[in-house]
């Protein structure tokens, strides 16, 4: 399974963006898709998962109503829409995909990931 991140960039406070992940190869394989983001100095965090067929979804208490995870099966694509963005956001975000179907919050269960793409929330 092969994922490319794209989408990230500058934004201020308050502003919105919408990540995007293209997904490829054996995704019929995958049960969670899922969002992590990694600040400096800081461990890889979950940000949001979805499951195969594009629900349920689950969200961070930090991010839950402000985030929205998809799945595009017909696309195969997985997007993370941002929106009412701070700077504690700021971070390189990072797609994965994972097989189990266990502990979707769990960085170590996700097999697949993309190369990562940075947000940046500043004024």
């Known amino acids: 399974v092969q994922l490319q991140a794209s989408g990230g960039g500058l934004v201020q406070p308050g502003g919105s963006l919408r990540l995007s992940c293209q997904t490829s190869?054996?995704?019929?394989?995958?049960?969670?898709w899922a969002w992590f983001r990694q600040a400096p100095g800081k461990e890889r965090e979950f940000v949001a998962a979805?499951?195969?067929?594009?629900?349920?979804?689950y969200h961070a208490f930090s991010v839950r109503g402000r985030f929205t995870i998809s799945r595009n099966n017909a696309r195969n694509t997985v997007a993370l829409q941002m929106s009412s963005l701070k700077p504690d956001d700021t971070a390189v975000y990072y797609c994965?995909?994972?097989?189990?179907?266990?502990?979707?919050?769990?960085?170590?269960?996700?097999?697949?990931w993309g190369q990562g793409t940075q947000v940046t929330v500043s004024s």
């Open positions: 994965g995909a994972a097989t189990s179907d266990l502990d979707y919050s769990s960085a170590g269960k996700y097999e697949y």
């Open positions: 979805v499951r195969w067929r594009g629900s349920p979804t």
């Open positions: 190869g054996r995704t019929s394989t995958i049960a969670y």
